[in-house]
């Protein structure tokens, strides 16, 4: 019987596990979306601010008290807030607006070998040479990606200049992503997220009037509010599953929730964006993909 209940937790694991995928790659649609109307800076803030109410309501289900945080776990919120919304997700958006969402998708999944490498710089960690296989393997799919396939489109420099804004989006992440390996365990995985969202808001609602955010109103339409409520609140609540399905099945299979986010994004962009999708995206994805899967294998 117990068997069984196991079973199904991690049936339900890996069903919620590719919901989730889902989301995240249509969050990628949601962007594209809301940048149409409204800024990089204020889409963050306005993501920061309203997933901050949900995720304190949240946190006081709970925790029968609301947990204490002294200066130095401020520091630590202020931390991760620099190098995760503020930084890392504001280039996101601001790449997201100068490149197609496939590239996006692509470039974004080089994420776990910035890890790697940050690893190796920061904590002194040893990759061995099937990970740095890996790297390299990963970087030449992002050169396919960026170059479109062609030596000329490199020469004549007619590049998407949102390429570059994702990859250094997703270096910063990577700093976020080795800091909060870093501070896990003094917090649990609720509390980081919320004392991050929360900094992050503080910071992002007053750089958001450098883009006059007022001047937008006119272009807002019902589907910008759909795309920043379906960042703010979808995208904030599948993170809190996904670390409920990380407790149930292994690392590597949750590993595959963001391996198949550039498959998706192939396929939604093509039906709602309507964007050129290529053999060579789809080959991009294959080898970054591949080259990741090497670069953060274990020895």
Known sequence: MRRLERDLRETEAYGLLLFISLIWAGNFLAGKVALQAIGPITLTALRASLASGLLLWYLRLSYPTWPVAGASDIRVFVVLAL????????????????TLAVNAAILGA??????????????????SPL?????????????????RGSLQVLLDLDLHVGDFFILAGQATW????????????RFAPTVVITGSYLVSAIILVPLALIERPWTAVSHVTVGTVLAVLYAAVLVTVSHIWFYWGMRVVSAPVAALTSNLIP??????????L???VTWLHVLGALIVIGGVGLATRKA
């Open 83 to 98: 190098t995760g919304l503020v930084g890392s997700t504001t280039l996101w958006y601001y790449g997201l607006r100068s």
């Open 110 to 127: 080089m994420g776990p070998a910035f890890v790697a490498l940050l690893s190796v710089a920061w904590l002194r960690e040893r990759l």
């Open 131 to 147: 990970n740095w296989l890996g790297i390299g393997l990963s970087s030449v799919g992002v050169i396919l990606t960026i170059t």
């Open 174 to 185: 990577a700093a976020y992503s080795v800091y909060s390996r870093q501070v896990a365990r």
């Open 263 to 272: 498959f998706e994004v192939v396929a939604l962009s093509w039906l709602f």
């Open 274 to 276: 309507d964007e050129a």
